[in-house]
T-cell receptor, first 113, second 113 residues
Framework: AQSVTQLGSHVSVSEGALVLLRCNYS??????LFWYVQYPNQGLQLLLK??????LVKGINGFEAEFKKSETSFHLTKPSAHMSDAAEYFC???????????FGKGTTLSVSS | DTGVSQDPRHKITKRGQNVTFRCDPI?????LYWYRQTLGQGPEFLTYFQNEAQLEKSRLLSDRFSAERPKGSFSTLEIQRTEQGDSAMYLCASSSDPHNEQFFGPGTRLTVL
């Protein structure tokens, strides 16, 4: 069975600091991996996705993630945090394109000035 | 195009009552998904449709839950004999083909008293 573990339910950074949100997955087949962001009272928005090909994936708002098969990881990074990045972030995996997404429990990112 | 819409946005009901939620996907999206999200957790997959065919159901979808997509456009999710444990945010998502991202609606928040 597939699963996702997000290390750290809450991450706090200062504005301008590096953002690192950790995600490890378990999958018996090559995974499809996703990061979604959820702002208060809004729906989930896709930040980036990995399906095949290049393991470093760039997304919206300056975020990127690297698929590391040997470490079963798909950590999300951003070089410089903005106040507007404060939100809940979810990592998700699926074993086949178009099927159910399995989400982690989420990480709340706080950004202080 | 206004994105995925869900109705109602909020529903308060008494235990034992039936409730029905509606999801309107993005026009021409042939895949539609339902998820449930409880406080402090990531979304959990319930079921998905390709056109009008229900292709997969989670074991979370007990016999009190039923979903339909009769004409391959909008979908309804009905919960019969609601229980307090059904209180959650019910999310709907749609996609245009298996390789595209799932676009999420704002959700319907259900409170069972």
């Amino acid at each position: 069975a597939q699963s996702v573990t997000q290390l750290g339910s809450h991450v706090s950074v200062s504005e301008g600091a590096l953002v690192l949100l950790r995600c490890n997955y378990s999958s018996s087949v090559p995974p499809y991996l996703f990061w979604y962001v959820q702002y208060p009272n809004q729906g989930l928005q896709l930040l980036l996705k990995y399906t095949t090909g290049a393991t470093l994936v760039k997304g919206i708002n300056g975020f990127e993630a690297e698929f590391k098969k040997s470490e079963t990881s798909f950590h999300l990074t951003k070089p410089s945090a903005h106040m507007s990045d404060a939100a809940e972030y979810f990592c998700a995996v699926s074993n086949q394109a178009g099927t159910a997404l399995i989400f982690g429990k989420g990480t709340t990112l706080s950004v202080s000035s | 195009d206004t994105g995925v819409s869900q109705d109602p946005r909020h529903k308060i009901t008494k235990r034992g009552q039936n409730v029905t939620f509606r999801c309107d996907p993005i026009s021409e999206h042939n895949r539609l998904y339902w998820y449930r999200q409880t406080l402090g957790q990531g979304p959990e997959f319930l079921t998905y449709f390709q056109n009008e065919a229900q292709l997969e159901k989670s074991r979370l979808l007990s016999d009190r839950f039923s979903a339909e997509r009769p004409k391959g456009s909008f979908s309804t999710l009905e919960i019969q004999r609601t229980e307090q444990g059904d209180s959650a945010m019910y999310l709907c998502a749609s996609s245009s083909d298996p390789h595209n991202e799932q676009f999420f609606g704002p959700g319907t928040r259900l409170t069972v008293l």
